[in-house]
Structures are given as structure tokens and as C-alpha cells.
């Protein structure tokens, strides 16, 4: 299973990136469905996620009504919209597959991809 995201880069404040997650090897494990994202000296926290079955999504209370998911079944690729950035959204952003509950846990996951630097400028 590998994972690959990509869209990353610098941004002014209240723009606007969109992220992509690829996937290859299990037609279903291998199916991204969780995104994260890492700050410089802080914990791996969670950002959005589809159930496994892609019927519902979730949203962290800090990216609920700018980020958006959403996925090419076909393809196997998963996007995050990210709009109105601030500089608290200054991560690695990572993606992730393998869960089929809870998913805001990172330990849920099984499978993750290298990451993905956004750096939002004030």
C-alpha cells in the first residue's frame, strides 16, 4: 500500500490549497479516507476523514466549514479543499487508510503517506 500526497506549498493568509492523496496497491485497505497534519513541536492531529465506506465525513472543529473532502472512487484519490487558510494551518499534512472506526484517531490508521508542507503566511 502506498500513499502519496501532494498539493502542498506556501500561501498568503485566507487563500485557498487543495490537497491530494493517491493510492495504490489493496483495492479497498489502501483507499485514503483520513487526513491529518503535523506542526513544528506539537502532536499529529486529525483534520478530516470519510468513514471507510465514504458515506460520511468528519471535521475537526478548527477546519469544520473551510475544509472540505472529497474523492475519486474511480481514481482512488482523495482531495482536501482548503479555503480561508490562517497561519495556525502551518503543517505537514498527511494522509491515511486503513481505518474503519474512530476515525480522529491516528492510531486507527494503518497505512500513512510521507506528508505534504503547508505554510500559510500572515
Known amino acids: 500500500v502506498q500513499l502519496v500526497e501532494s498539493g502542498g506549498g506556501p500561501v498568503q493568509a485566507g487563500g485557498s490549497l487543495r490537497l491530494s492523496c493517491v493510492a495504490s496497491?489493496?483495492?479497498?485497505?489502501?483507499?485514503?479516507t483520513g487526513w491529518f497534519r503535523q506542526a513544528p513541536g506539537k502532536e499529529r492531529e486529525f483534520v478530516a476523514a470519510f468513514t471507510w465506506d465514504g458515506k460520511k465525513t468528519y471535521y475537526s472543529e478548527s477546519t469544520k466549514g473551510r475544509f472540505t473532502l472529497s474523492r475519486d472512487n474511480d481514481r482512488k484519490i482523495m482531495y482536501l479543499q482548503m479555503t480561508s487558510l490562517k497561519a495556525e494551518d502551518t503543517a505537514v499534512y498527511y494522509c491515511?487508510?486503513?481505518?474503519?472506526?474512530?476515525?480522529?484517531?491516528?492510531?486507527?490508521?494503518?497505512?500513512w503517506g510521507q506528508g505534504t508542507q503547508v505554510s500559510v503566511s500572515s
Open positions: 491515511a487508510a486503513g481505518a474503519q472506526s474512530l476515525y480522529d484517531l491516528s492510531t486507527s490508521y494503518t497505512y
Open positions: 496497491g489493496h483495492p479497498i485497505l489502501s483507499f485514503p
